[in-house]
């Protein structure tokens, strides 16, 4: 259940993120998943080996219906206000993988909140009927808040933040970084890679949760690639620096793309202009990958995008060996299999599953 | 099936409660659920110890995947057109429970009511594919419209009342009894106690119904504190002096706190207005528990409230021992998840399960 | 996996259906199902026949059990954006029967479409965590041009097209043929029968399928009774001249209702009017069923209708025995479990369930 009824919202509310981790899981298991930066490289591991096994498991009828079976007993409720349809079949799926039934809300419009609820209350009264809460939500700190309020019930039931406000989505981190295990498995890992972000970077949080994940690899060599008005955010590099990762900021992405082993495109993320029209002014086709800048490209580099796109990757790019944002997607199905079924201590039946009758 | 069948639907639409309640089941067995009232004080007393039967069975994996077993093989539909994430959620937890799968019917907008149909046939079609019906409707005699056409259909469906207009909602009702039965367990049940019912009592059916169902209980004592305007209904009053049930009317809550033994906040129902603002003149501090009125309530004395609320409690009061409302969510999918076995005759199953493997 | 993989999108676009057919399955097995012409009437036949089958062997826990462990370890998506909650459900229905879990996009505001996502992209994305997509959509080629993309992807997707603009609806012509089927099983089967269409039969996607899909069957005779200017489209008029079909084109229902051995009923979509009002001014009354009407049609003729109705058959029909709608409606369901159940070569073992436990 976490260690947070040990102490105060207030005050808990206040810490780091690096301070919270404690509070999160209960020796080193996880209980909430809140931020990218609360996993080790240990659970990084852990999980992308997990995510691969759970893969294989998978490929046969017996091992779908052994995996059924491990969580058949539980629900999940999938909290989703924020709109997110790719976000929500994941984790739609990842349950149905495990066997958990689940309920969803997704309108808010159809919730009691227009009966002048608060959020937190709605969240604890439907947290009664579920035993995992998976939710998605516009409002930047709700899914930590409910996961104080739900360790602090009668019955704790665990979160996972599946996007919150402009700040975290940390298992779209997990599955990138588990793209990234898999994309490497044969040439070392993710140790010494160089991965050149490119587009939105101050506003996409996925791409600002992955850069602090990569923290727990060795070596590592990040390139940011953003127009000046979009590069990322300050905070983020003082976390680099911290942490000793070497990168590097510029505009220019053609003369990179020959020393990239990791190419990861993002859309601009106009949504969130604060003056109407800002991002339109933005030349996009800089940020863009299509034929061209693929020539340039290493033969053995992966080009990742965290979907929904726009341009910034041309569709003559998707039959490219190199692009791998769609099995990107797939693995997002797989890690969030493999992180429920972590919460739920599942690992040791998964990894005791004979081997024998794998494909 | 009940006996709709050998009632015309005029003559049926025309009876009281009492004098329809033959006619929604069969030999006592339950099939539709439309009112608070059809339930006698035998079958709610079967249902609450069926209830506390499931929950102790829940409680082992091995217990939940038995009750997973019982009505894998029927299919629910919750038709749920009026907004309620949270009588949505309990059903949707307690048909997951019994392991039938659901379809939803939750927003008309998506509905082929846009094509000029008629709701009953819209729910006649969808009956086709289900073997249960749950529903819950603006529209106030909805629910038992379709009870009459669906037993009258080829293949009769029981339909389960979630709701409808300000008249009915029988399983808020249940879940209400069902708290006050295990709240009062050590204590001689519910005969003999003193409820107040504190708030909206004219728009809040949740209150109306419980009112009628404690009728069936010895010596109760009800008090209802509402603001003139909103207090209880004259008929509901009328039904209470038929039974003989002993109650009091009251504008002012403090003096009676040290009475009572169950205490039933609601919050003012303004979406029901008539005239805009209306409910606004209230003062609702007048009937709202904070830390002050706590320190007057007995210790083993119970706090209710259906949710959501406003302010009429303070937060501060939720971790009170006496506030019951989280747990009384919690006994709503317990409730539920034993009707539905009831209608569909798993009792025997239930009882039968062999204790010894309980927790 | 289709033979999509063997194709140019642009080459198979612009192939007429029958030729497209062949690109649809492998061998005579159906892969994508995207229109009502592709099936031929081995096919037809074996569908009926499968869904006569599943429908026997649910009639017992024991056979509905059975049914739900063939495809428990797949998982479907319905991606319905154009309303539809009668097709929608009876999908719906459908997977739970065969035991598939499902994820579903119903709403295209909550979609990352409005994040400027193509729709093409969205459903791509979407199949990553799914093994059956079952999708409707106001566009109309949408469903054609995903089973190409999803034939072409990695990991192949079957499509199930459930209604795609005003064109095609192709399940909705098998649960209308299957009806024909049972109806007429025990005279003679569909050949040689009379179906009299009536009411807007130039935009109702339905009777089209159906009067194409006819043509499988020998000495069928067909009269599309309709307004002049909602009559058949003269496309599907040359289709049923080239097939050698015997059809009549009238505007006058009442003499023709003593002929008939199946009437089917439409309503008049008036949400595809291109000047408002327009079908306003068409007496409805003409091409419509009440008692009077029903005097005229033979004993053992039936009455369909796809559903949602309006006026065009007074509420009185219902109870006639000869009024075949509602459980044409419940065919639906089990057509298109015979369908998917087809689509995973699941035939076999259904047909090998031993007859002997069946009712």
Chains 1, 2, 3 share one sequence.
């Not at 509310?13 to 080193?28: A, C, F, H, Q, V």
């Not at 505009?251 to 793309?257: A, F, N, P």
């Amino acid at each position: 259940m976490g260690n947070l009824r040990s102490i105060e919202w207030a005050a808990f509310r206040d810490l780091s993120p690096e301070e919270k981790t404690p509070y999160l899981g209960d020796n080193g298991r996880i209980f909430h998943t809140l931020y990218a930066q609360q996993f080790s490289r240990a659970q990084l591991d852990n999980l992308g080996r997990l995510a691969t096994r759970i893969r294989g498991i998978a490929k046969s009828k017996e091992g779908m219906l052994f995996l059924k079976s491990l969580l058949t007993h539980k629900r999940a409720m999938l909290y989703f206000t924020q709109p997110s349809t790719r976000t929500f079949l994941s984790f739609c799926a990842a349950t149905e993988i495990l066997g958990m039934p689940h309920g969803e809300v997704r309108d808010r419009a159809t919730s009691s909140e227009l009966k002048g609820e608060s959020a937190e209350d709605s969240v604890r009264t439907f947290s009664s009927y579920f035993d995992l809460i998976i939710m998605r939500s516009e409002l930047g700190g709700l899914a930590e808040r409910m996961a104080w309020v739900l360790s602090n019930a009668d019955r704790p039931v665990p979160v996972v933040n599946a996007g919150s406000g402009k700040d975290q989505h940390p298992t779209q981190a997990l599955l990138d970084v588990y793209t990234l295990q898999r994309s490497f498995e044969r040439r070392g890992g993710i140790d010494g890679k160089h991965i050149v972000f490119v587009g939105d970077l101050l506003r996409g949080r996925t791409v600002r949760s992955l850069a602090c994940l990569l923290s727990n690899y060795e070596d590592v060599e990040l390139t940011f690639v953003a127009p000046p008005s979009l590069q990322m955010a300050r905070e983020i590099l003082d976390q680099l620096d911290a942490h000793g990762v070497s990168f590097r900021l510029t505009d220019e992405l053609l003369s990179l793309l020959p020393e990239a082993d990791a190419v990861y495109m993002t859309r601009v993320q106009d949504e969130w202009d604060e003056v109407s029209g800002e991002s339109a002014a933005i030349d996009v086709s800089r940020y863009s990958l299509g034929r061209g800048e693929l020539d340039r490209l290493k033969q053995d580099a992966i080009i990742m995008h965290p979907l929904p796109r726009r341009n910034e990757i041309a569709i003559e790019v998707d039959a490219d060996p190199r692009a791998m944002y769609w099995r990107q997607m797939r693995n997002g199905m797989w890690i969030r299999t493999a992180l429920i079924a972590t919460v739920f201590g599942c690992e040791g039946e998964i990894e005791a599953y004979d081997a024998g009758t794998m494909v």
